[in-house]
């Protein structure tokens, strides 16, 4: 058993990184990332004298001194800063180095830049190991200053940008953060699938997943090449079996050889296998497949209508059934024609089940794994957030410690609407109209966490008419022990419950909504054998990015977006 004061691998590179005179490599690189040298304590200033090979790609460059030697500003994504690299013009071409976009792999000298500069630490340039030119004329990252929305259209080279780059490393950092507190707490990670045949919401906003399409354009294809047989054509070929068939009949009379008689009754077979074959075909239609009028889904690669997935909880509710707790975290999709800054058809989603465990159990969970995200930014992605506070949103890193530190207030639905209602009467005014039944606006959930509280709202107890089926019934039988946290800057960031666990309250529930039972069928079999209180939620992750780094449009916080009219790559 290993001594626990051994200290780990990370912990010996975190002490070398901070004092050791030293640089580390990186693992499965020969090279040295830029973060373990500028975010030093130092700023790397410690490092002088050391001989290192970098690899990033310039952000800008110039040449000075009559073309002499370039400055360029160097990023490998490792963290938000550049390292200024000195590049001689007997090293290179200088006119290639300096263009924004080339990658380049450098060997060099650290060393400490002339007094007033800005930067601690510089590399000069003994040695030009690789160049990715770039023609400046085509490059579509020109390097003025560029919006979000001209990025969307450059999805694959987004990354490069400091703000799309400072996102994705906190979207990392959100990621790890997730499953670090999960496995604090004794969760167990379950991997859902992507293909479903439930309807966990009940809303039929879902992307079918079917072959029956492509088959039948290939089959359309198939038919024209290759016309289906004529009656004629089978005629024949059952005439032919006939003819086999004789051929059989006569060498066994005439006591022929074994052999002769096998191969005779070889070829019949096969004349008998192609009449199969032929009638098959003869059957064939172009088009969809049909039966009583409707789309033969039994034809289909799944034998039944199959979609993508809205959620995973459904089913990681039958690993806590069995497990007591546990979690999924994987992409969803809607297939919602909306078009606002709030909304994507594919997106993903963090979802714990936690069984032997009420409301209060799941909202008290939820609660310390918002506020342990918001600490870990704070300690571990600091240089981020700060890039976030500068170019973004100046408050986001006051928002964050608020989060983190204040304790959340707690509502009933009924006492949200009333306080809307009475900041109404008192002037507000809402663009939705507010009354008991309704489903809360982004608006209204922003007022009550922005303006009201100031801090995390839960709201829960929700009316019974708004919320999904799975949703346990409360005494009052109008409302379901439903909740959701609400956040400055997004409203809504999560949305749980905990489920109806009662056999026929969740039937008549079902029948209720006007949903066909037969789908879940296995999932009230956790209902009939072995019941068990059990509760979770939903964590929107894009959502979570958003109250983050203060983006204000969440397209731009996911590394591929997909949205109505728009699926690029």
């Known amino acids: 058993m290993a001594d626990d004061s051994t200290p780990s691998s990370a912990q010996l590179a ?9 640089v580390l490599k990186a693992e499965f690189s020969d090279r040295v990332l830029i973060r373990s040298i500028i975010l030093r304590p130092d700023g790397g200033s410690g490092l002088a004298g050391q001989t290192v090979r970098i690899g990033g790609w310039v952000k800008t460059g110039r040449k000075a001194d009559k073309d002499a030697f370039a400055f360029l500003e160097l990023n490998d994504g490792s963290c938000a800063g550049n390292l200024q690299v000195i590049v001689k013009a007997d090293k290179y071409d200088l006119g290639q180095l300096v263009q924004t976009g080339t990658c380049l792999s450098v060997d060099g000298v650290l060393k400490l830049p002339p007094d007033g500069k800005k930067q601690k630490v510089e590399l000069d340039v003994e040695k030009v190991v690789h160049v990715g030119p770039v023609d400046p004329a085509k490059y579509p990252l020109p390097k003025t200053r560029l919006t979000l929305e001209f990025l969307r259209d450059h999805l694959h080279m987004r990354s490069r940008t400091n703000t799309i780059s400072a996102v994705t490393r906190i979207r990392d950092a959100l990621a790890f953060a997730t499953h670090s507190f999960f496995h604090k707490h004794g969760f167990l990670y379950v991997q859902t699938p992507i293909i479903t045949t439930s309807d966990c919401e009940g809303a ?40 086999r068939g004789d051929d059989v009949a006569q060498l066994k009379s005439a006591k022929a050889s074994k052999q002769d008689i096998n191969a005779a009754v070889a070829e019949l077979k096969k004349a008998k296998d192609n009449v199969f074959k032929l009638e098959e075909r003869s059957k064939l239609q172009p088009g969809i497949p049909r039966k009583d009028g409707k789309i033969d889904y039994t034809q289909d690669f799944f034998a039944r209508q199959a979609f993508l997935t809205v959620s995973g909880q459904l089913q990681v509710e039958s690993y806590a059934c069995a497990l007591s707790s546990v979690y999924t975290f994987g992409p969803t999709f809607r297939a919602e024609n909306s078009h606002t800054s709030r909304h994507l058809a594919e997106f993903w989603m963090v979802e714990p089940e936690i069984a032997f465990a009420e409301l209060e159990d799941d909202m008290n969970c939820a609660e310390a794994y918002v506020k342990f995200l918001c600490q870990w930014l704070l300690d571990e992605c600091r240089e981020d957030m700060e890039f976030m506070a500068d170019k973004i949103d100046k408050t986001c890193i006051d928002r964050l410690a608020m989060v983190a530190k204040t304790p959340f207030k707690r509502i009933s639905y009924t006492e949200a609407v009333d306080l809307l209602i009475d900041a109404m009467k008192k002037g507000k005014k809402f663009e939705n109209h507010v009354e008991w039944g309704i489903d809360l606006a982004s608006e209204h959930e922003r007022y009550l966490t922005e303006v009201l509280f100031q801090k995390p709202v839960i709201v829960y107890n929700y009316p019974k008419g708004i919320k999904a089926f799975y949703m346990r019934l409360n005494d009052d039988l109008k409302t379901v022990a439903a909740m959701d946290v609400l956040v400055p800057k997004v409203g809504e960031l999560i949305g749980g419950s905990q489920r109806e666990e009662r056999y026929d309250v969740i039937i008549s529930r079902i029948e209720e909504m006007g949903l066909p039972v037969e789908p879940y069928e296995w999932y009230l079999d956790l209902r009939r054998f072995g019941t068990v ?37």
């Open 14 to 22: 975190k002490v070398t990184l901070s004092n050791a005179p030293s």
């Open 204 to 243: 039929g906003e879902m992307f079918q997943v079917t072959t029956l399409i492509s088959g039948a354009e290939k089959l359309e294809k198939d038919l024209i090449e290759n016309p289906p047989p004529s009656e004629a054509d089978i005629e024949a070929a059952k005439l032919n079996v006939k003819e």
């Open 533 to 569: 209180k059990h509760c979770g939620f939903g964590l929107g992750f894009e959502r979570m990015v958003l109250f983050a780094t203060g983006i204000d449009n969440i397209r731009d916080v996911i590394p591929f977006p997909r949205y109505p009219g728009r699926a690029d790559l």
